[in-house]
């Protein structure tokens, strides 16, 4: 007997953070044949596969349904919100949960659905592999950026958020060593571990600096089957502030650390990666 997602793609933005995936999300959302949830950034799997950085997830969801559910919302995307979380708030502790959201709320007319959390990255292949159990028709979309600047851009937007007691900028060396920040930049490692399970075909790779424009977004469509519809390339989403630009040393610092990842970046990648890279 037919299932309601057979037939369908499911596409998977496995980051990296701050490499462009809220806009990505936003332009996904505008789309009709597409169908990602109201919320970005599901943290299902790596709230069970990378417990040690990705652990409060499970809380902060089960605060946010509490809050949101409180107000009493009649708007339909005040609702939309509530069941998102909900259904969230029900993935902790069973895993069929997960696709069942995805059963329920994917229209029948969208022949490609997904979500986008960057902290897939982080995953595991046992991670990865779970995800293939549950949806044998995956495609993963990994967008990169300029490794330190990437970590630098995490570390403000931690600061915009309240979640460091200094400055970004005096947090960065520590940030260095900090594998919060720094396994988000370790591009090697998460082609490495999803290049186990997935083909090659089915991982869509880009680049921050040059993804926004018809070309690579029509590319990206291509890979997933979709037709191809232009972008607000003008409308950066979710931007942290860049008040304070890192000094030489603390730039020097930086690549040295990350050195493995532009290394690995220019002999895979050659000519496309970003000459602001090279710089």
Known sequence: MPRPLDGKTFMLGIGAQKAGTSWLHDYFVKRR???VPPVKELHHFDARYRPDLCSDFDRRFRERYEKFRARDGKS???RKRVEILEARV???GDESAYRAYFE???PGRCRVFGEITPAYSLLPEAG???IAAQFPRTKLIFLMRDPVDRLYSHLRMAERLDMLTVPAIAQFEAALNNPQYVERSSYHRTLATVRRVFAPEDIFTGFYETF???AELARLCDFLGIPFKPGDYGS?????PHETRLDAERLALARKKLAPVYDFCRAEFGGLVPESWLA
């Not at 950066?236 to 942290?240: A, E």
């Open 90 to 92: 029900r993935m902790i």
């Open 76 to 78: 339909r995307s005040a």
């Open 128 to 130: 990865f592999r779970a």
């Open 33 to 35: 044949d597409v169908f």
């Open 104 to 106: 329920k709320a994917v």
């Open 236 to 240: 950066p989403v979710n931007v942290s």
């Open 212 to 214: 926004f424009c018809d």
